[in-house]
């Protein structure tokens, strides 16, 4: 039995030469390319730094809510496959897909990426077929947008006057 090490993305216990990553002169392995991605883009949220615990090491979530519309009516089939195939990934707390095709993914910001959000969300597209991919990534992106809009729009101050 060899000795085995934890991702320090999720905790999974893994081999040590799985999907292994130097950084910094020490080596880290990863239970997926998904979670060695993630430490890759930003090590310190999972490895701190001499003195500080990062969030990981301290046991944080960091949970993000995306709402979306999709633009076409999505079937109660195509949207458990769509809602399965999320769900699956890692970091991904919860997926609702109502009936007014309102789709909300919950996730944590330590495990999963907007990216790979979209990216599983264009293969599942591509499976469902009949242009389900654009559709899903338009949906997805007009949401970006729409967060980018609302930051910068002027509201009145209420209270002072």
Partial sequence: MSVMVKDPVCGMDVAPTQLETVYEGIHYAFCSEQCRQRFIANP????????EKAPRQKGEELLKRRRFQLEMPISPQQAAVLAEALGAMMGVKTVDIRVDNLVTIT????????????????????????????RLRRGFVHYMEECEVENLEVHPRHGHG
Avoid: C, F, N, R
């Avoid at 310190?44 to 003195?51: A, E, K, Q, S, T």
């Fill in 44 to 51: 310190h949220l999972y490895i701190g730094v001499p003195g």
């Fill in 107 to 134: 996730y944590d910001l330590l495990q999963a990426t907007a990216d790979q959000l979209e990216a599983k969300m264009e293969e599942v597209g591509a499976k469902l077929g009949e242009g389900w991919a654009e």
